[in-house]
Structure formats: C-alpha cells, structure tokens
Nanobody
C-alpha cells in the first residue's frame, strides 16, 4: 500500500513562489501517474496538474498554466509542484494524488487511488 505525504506549504505574498513536495512510500514502488489538486474554502476540490509515469508528459489546469511546474524524481519517489507568480486565488489546501494503474496524465480525481492529507498554501495580496 502506498502512502503520500505533502510538505512545503506556507504563507507567501502575491507574486512569490513556493515549492511543494510529495513523498511516496510503501511496500511496492509504483511509478504511475501522479497529480496535484487543491481545495479552497467553500469550493470543491479541483485539478491543478498531473504528470505521467516517467515525467515526460504533463497536464495543467488553465488557471495555473505558465505559472506552475509539476515534476517528479522516481529515484526519490517524490513529485514536486513549483508554484511561481502566486496569486491570492491560489490560496487553498493542496493535495497530492497517485494512481496505481494509469501511466498517462489524468485530471479526474476519481481515477486516482492514493491521497495525501494536504498542505495549506496561503497567498496574501
């Protein structure tokens, strides 16, 4: 069974940057698709970014395209989300997700199998 743990959240002023990390652990090493989602107060959880099994393909929500970069290091079993030019509307709890079957990028949260507990990102304007 895979476990995910996010880190790197915090508070930052608008225009600043943060890098989130998601470390995976478990009995079996499974380099399938991974993704980042976020949930703001009063809103449903939404897709942010996804990366395929070997990191050569990525997918982004329109709201973060050009500002955020998702990457992975399979040797470290870790996925990252570099967030640049942060806006107040990026404020949310950010969740890491992992598939145990999909190789390609995936934006539908229903197709992910493992979830972290989330890390808070707060952007002040």
């Amino acid at each position: 069974q895979m476990q995910l743990a996010e880190s790197g959240g915090g508070s930052v002023q608008a225009g600043g940057s943060l890098r989130l990390s998601c470390a995976a652990s478990g009995r079996t090493f499974s380099p399938y698709a991974k993704g980042w989602f976020r949930q703001a107060p009063g809103k449903e959880r939404e897709f942010v970014a996804s990366i395929n099994w070997n990191g050569d393909s990525t997918l982004y929500a329109d709201s973060v395209k050009g500002r955020f970069i998702i990457s992975r290091d399979n040797a470290k079993n870790t996925v990252y989300l570099q967030m640049n030019s942060l806006k107040s509307e990026d404020t949310a709890v950010y969740y890491c997700a992992a598939s145990n079957r999909l190789l390609r990028t995936e934006r539908n949260e229903k197709n992910y199998d493992y979830w972290g507990q989330g890390t808070q990102v707060t952007v002040s304007s």
